[in-house]
Every structure is written in C-alpha cells, then in structure tokens.
C-alpha cells in the first residue's frame, strides 16, 4: 500500500522593487534542492491565514515589514515526500532593506531574466504566468473566407490576445494564409502553426505539436528562442512533452466541448494531478473561456486555451 504523503501549503511572495525587478533567494545547503533559487516564503502554520504566515515569513527570511498584495496562482507540485501547494502573491510594498537574515544569498532580477535561474519545479510555473500569455488562441477553419478571418483574427490581437495557434491543415491555400497571418500578427503576438514544423522553419515561427507527434520526435524540433508546444491528454504526452523541452503544452479537455464532442472531459482535479508531475507550463483546454482563467490558475494552470469563446464575433448592424 502506498504511504500516505504529507501536504503542506507554502505561501511566496514575487516581490517587485520601484525598477521593475524580481526578489530571489537562493536555497542554503542544508535546505532540500539547495542551490535553487525561489520565491521567498514558507510554510503556513495552522491557524494562519496566507497574508499572515507570507508576512511572517518576510519578516524572518528578509527582515521586511511586507504589504500582501493580489493572488497570482497556485501550483500543485507532487515531490518524492510530499504534496506541495505553492500559493504565490504579489508584493509590492514594504518596510525595511531586504536582506538574506538565514545566510541566504538574495538577488534582484530583471522579468525577462528569471529563466536564466535554477528553480524548483513548483516556482517554474509561477515564472511562465508572470511573462507569458494567460489566454492561447486556437483559431477556427476560415469557413467565412480569407479575408474576413484575417479580419477576425486582428481583432483578436488587438483585444489584447497575444498567444496564437494558426490551425489549419497545410496545402497551397493554407500556406498561403499562415504567411498572411504572420504578417497579421506581426509583432503584436507569438504565433505557432499546427503540426507543420517546416513550415513554421520557413516562416520563423513557433509549432504546436499533436500528441501523435510528441512520441515520434527524438529532439526539440525548433531552437531555442522559438516556441515549441504540443496537445497532451495524459500524463504520459505531458512528461513526453517535457522531455522533449517544449516552451508549454495544454491538456485536457477539461470540460465537454463541441469539438470534441467523444472525448470524456477530465475534470479539475484530474487535471491538477497531472499538473503536479510536471514543471512546464500548462494550458486548460475545453469548454472553457477567458472567464475562466482564475479558476484554471486555482489548479496550477497558465491559464485557458479555446477556439470559439477567444475567436472574435462578427460585428452586426
């Protein structure tokens, strides 16, 4: 029989200075994963509440006097003695000069650094939801014609959509889109096509994996610096997913959808199970909307991916 594994609830804290950057401690030797660096924070004793054992925490790791601020999410992390989840907020108002009060070394980082850093695998999470898009744009067949899906399709990235996924299946016209599409996004949102790694080599873009593909690859298909993604359903695409070194995957469906109208959905706590055996970000997919990015985020996601609740509606007279 399988032992129990104890739970524990860690409260951190992604502390930004007046310049924009990013509080790390680094994890002393006689610490588990000594050497990583984290998020400060600690454990939460029974009795408190989050803001009072993060506070608390401050107090004794950095020697601040700390203003709790807004929820960023939660991360469910499954490690070999225990169920971690890492509650994470944000601070942005203190008293007193932090500084390392265990024998910690302590750095300030700039956002677009923080990959450069050794992390545990529950801080990895919280990472990619501070830098990354909370909503990925699956787009529809352009059933309506070209034109007015580009149209659509702008309008998404000018409400503010800055993760898409091109999926439409390659032949002359497709490719003739995917290149329009490009020049649609610009600058404005990363864009990764839908299993077509050659063309997304040819058009400098990301790929988004199919699960079939995940097996296949023997390495990442594309260089760093250009994001690799792929559709898992399971533990085992996921963990593939992450062998392979994708930027991110979704999983699910999450919820019965009428595009997958046979797939079981898998339900919430299905998901973060899954969630917990791996440290790269994770999309919910199905049946789920922009509404639904801070519940997805209670479970450890990066937030929501859909077609038809992210996909402009036509505008009417």
Not at 73 to 92: A, I, S, W
Not at 98 to 107: D, K, L
Not at 199 to 204: I, Q
Request: charged share 25%; hydrophobic share 45%.
């Amino acid at each position: 029989m399988t032992p129990l594994l104890r739970s524990i609830h860690v409260v951190a804290a992604v502390i930004t200075d007046a310049r924009g950057r990013i509080l790390l401690n680094r994890r002393t030797g006689d610490s588990d994963m000594a050497g990583l660096w984290e998020f400060p924070g600690g454990k939460r004793e029974p009795g408190e509440t989050s803001e009072q054992a993060l506070a608390r925490e401050l107090h004794e790791e950095l020697g601040i006097e700390a203003e709790v601020g807004e929820w960023l999410m939660d991360v469910p992390q499954l490690y070999p003695d225990k169920r971690l989840r890492l509650e994470v907020r944000h601070v942005r108002q203190w008293k007193g000069n932090a500084r390392g009060r265990e024998g910690q070394a302590i750095t300030w980082v700039a956002p677009e650094k923080l990959t450069r850093y050794s992390m545990p695998p529950a801080d990895q999470p919280a990472v990619a939801a501070l830098m990354q898009a909370d909503r990925y744009l699956v787009t529809p067949e352009p059933a309506a014609g070209t034109a007015a899906w580009l149209e659509r399709l702008q309008a998404a990235v000018e409400g503010g959509i800055r993760r898409v996924q091109l999926r439409t299946p390659r032949s002359e016209a497709r490719i003739a889109l995917a290149h329009d599409a490009v020049d649609c996004v610009g600058r404005h949102a990363e864009l990764l096509l839908n299993r077509d790694i050659e063309l997304a080599r040819e058009l400098g873009v990301g790929v988004h994996l199919g699960s079939e593909q995940l097996l296949q690859l023997e390495r990442r298909p594309l260089p760093d610096g250009v994001p690799v993604a792929a559709s898992c359903h399971d533990l085992a695409q996921l963990q593939a997913a992450q062998r392979l070194g994708c930027d991110f995957a979704v999983l699910g469906p999450v919820r019965a959808t009428a595009s997958h109208p046979g797939a079981a959905p898998l339900g919430w706590e299905a998901f973060e199970r899954m969630r917990e055996q791996v440290a790269l970000p994770i999309y919910a997919i199905g049946g789920l909307a922009a509404d639904d990015v801070d519940a997805a985020r209670r479970h450890g996601a990066q937030g929501v991916a859909a077609i038809r609740a992210l996909w402009p509606h036509p505008v009417t007279g």
